[in-house]
Nanobody, 116 residues
Framework: QVQLVESGGGLVQAGGSLRLSCAAS????????MAWYRQGPGKERELVAA???????NYADSVKGRFTISRDNGKNTMYLQMNSLKSEDTAVYYC??????????WGQGTQVTVSS
């Protein structure tokens, strides 16, 4: 079992920055990949960025060059640095830990609202 707790969401003006955090606890050794997803109003949940246990990263095209995913293994925490925020980035952001295909854990989500 892996437990995830997100923090760092809030209200920001367009062009501003926020940093999200996801603290993991429990069977952390079993995590293969961690990721950030988001779900905007009336939209499906989508992958924003992911980072593997080896440190490889990938990003959605819509956030490349603006968002940076990272992890601090000593603190069991993953981060999402979001710069140059746009109104279309408004969503609930979820942290996900992948144990293996079909098995993972979700955080409770944190709201990010970007005002134009």
């Amino acid at each position: 079992q892996v437990q995830l707790v997100e923090s760092g969401g809030g209200l920001v003006q367009a062009g501003g920055s926020l940093r999200l955090s996801c603290a993991a606890s429990g069977s952390i050794f079993s995590i293969n990949r961690m990721a950030w997803y988001r779900q905007g109003p009336g939209k499906e949940r989508e992958l924003v960025a992911a980072i593997t246990s080896g440190g490889s990263t990938n990003y959605a095209d819509s956030v490349k060059g603006r968002f940076t995913i990272s992890r601090d293994n000593g603190k069991n925490t993953m981060y999402l640095q979001m710069n140059s925020l746009k109104s279309e980035d408004t969503a609930v952001y979820y942290c996900h830990a992948l144990i293996r295909l079909g098995l993972g854990s979700w955080g409770q989500g944190t709201q990010v609202t970007v005002s134009s």
